[in-house]
């Protein structure tokens, strides 16, 4: 198995952690880096 860091949409960092799921089920991450100010993506 390989495991994929998961790369934030807006500043490319990869200090992103999981922050629950979607309505539909999807997971939702939350970028830790000081540039996104917290936002939130769903990635796949």
Do not use: Y
């Not at 999981?18 to 990635?43: D, P, Y």
């Amino acid at each position: 198995m390989v495991l994929l860091p998961v790369k934030c949409l807006v500043c490319n960092g990869i200090n992103v952690t999981k922050h629950g799921n979607t309505s539909n089920g999807k997971q939702r991450f939350i970028c830790k880096e000081q540039a996104c100010e917290g936002k939130t993506l769903v990635v796949f």
